[in-house]
């Protein structure tokens, strides 16, 4: 077999074809990404000088310098769009400023707070107090859609495209149960559930029309120009849970991705959350479960 060019390779694979190698992928997703410590470390051990970019502060994700991606041929560029989860910093690491406590609101009204040397954790949920009404949620100062951050990404796509031959991934918001845990308190979610349902009902349906908007908005700058979606599935639970056993769970899950994936008309790589053990079966039950209806999409011609 000829080789295959980076982006042949993971066309190859979502069409359940046998390509020359295994795809690689580094920071292709936000779950594939590394992180800023690792990654310092990493450039330090392969004698790569040069600053370290934030990719994401909240989930302090290095972004992969191009130098790295081509010495380990990886096969995958993701083309980032600002999500609200985000601090909207992405900046420099500096380990000296990593070394003191700091905190940010996100667009959602979700206080986080790291401390020196650590993670970001939820500290303040806008809605985790008592006695809540419709009336809050019109109160609430909502993300307007426009914040989603799609300003120069169809630039980057195109120098992606010209400069490279690699599949391009775009990750688009896709949260739902997870957006009430931050915007209520992780344990007071769970109690407002059976509490308060209509609130919590309204909330959510709130949230996914705000992300379908930045989603809509991230496809109508870069939806010609990718090879694949990231969104992240949060529904596969309650599937398997409302099947009662009666199927097998990798055809639960296959239908999940494809009622998620088929309106948007192109690929999805499918991070399939709150469902147990992500192992290489789940990931090789979302390859096939995509492949039987990739090739309308793969078959469009890319811009010169």
Not at 221 to 247: F, N, S, T, Y
Not at 292 to 299: C, D, G, K, L, N
Request: proline content about 6%.
């Amino acid at each position: 077999m000829s080789p295959l060019t980076h982006r042949e390779r993971v066309l190859a694979v979502i069409d359940r074809e046998v390509p020359d190698r295994y795809p690689v992928d580094l920071g292709g997703s936000p779950a594939s990404g590394i992180n800023l410590y690792a990654y310092k470390r990493l450039k330090h051990y392969l004698g790569l000088p040069g600053p370290i970019r934030v990719q994401t502060e909240r989930s302090l994700l290095a972004w992969p310098d191009d130098a790295i991606l081509e010495l380990f041929d990886v096969d995958l560029r993701l083309v980032i769009a600002h999500t609200a989860e985000d601090s909207g910093t992405r900046g420099i690491f500096d380990e000296l400023t990593y070394a003191t406590e700091a905190e940010y609101t996100d667009i959602w009204g979700v206080t986080r707070r790291r401390p020196p040397g650590g993670h970001y954790y939820v500290v303040r949920s806008p809605f985790e107090k008592e006695d809540l009404s419709l009336a809050d949620l019109d109160a609430h100062p909502w993300p307007k859609p426009t914040q989603a951050d799609v300003t120069g990404l169809r630039t980057e796509a195109e120098r992606l495209r010209r400069e490279t031959d690699c599949a391009l991934v775009v990750h688009v918001p896709g949260r739902l149960f997870s957006l009430g845990q931050f915007l209520w308190g992780f344990a007071n979610w769970l109690v407002q559930l059976k509490a308060n349902p209509e609130f919590c009902e309204a909330l959510l349906d709130r949230g996914l029309e705000i992300q379908l908007a930045m989603a809509e908005a991230t496809l109508e700058a870069v939806g010609d120009m990718v090879d694949a979606i990231v969104v992240l599935v949060e529904d596969a639970h309650k599937r398997i849970e409302a099947d009662g056993g009666k199927r097998p769970r990798e055809e639960i899950i296959i239908e999940g991705a494809k009622e998620l994936a088929l309106p948007m008309g192109t690929a999805v790589v499918t991070g399939v959350g709150q469902s147990g053990t992500l192992d290489g079966a789940t990931f090789r039950v979302g390859i096939k479960g995509i492949a039987s209806w990739w090739r309308p999409a793969a078959a469009r011609t890319l811009p010169a």
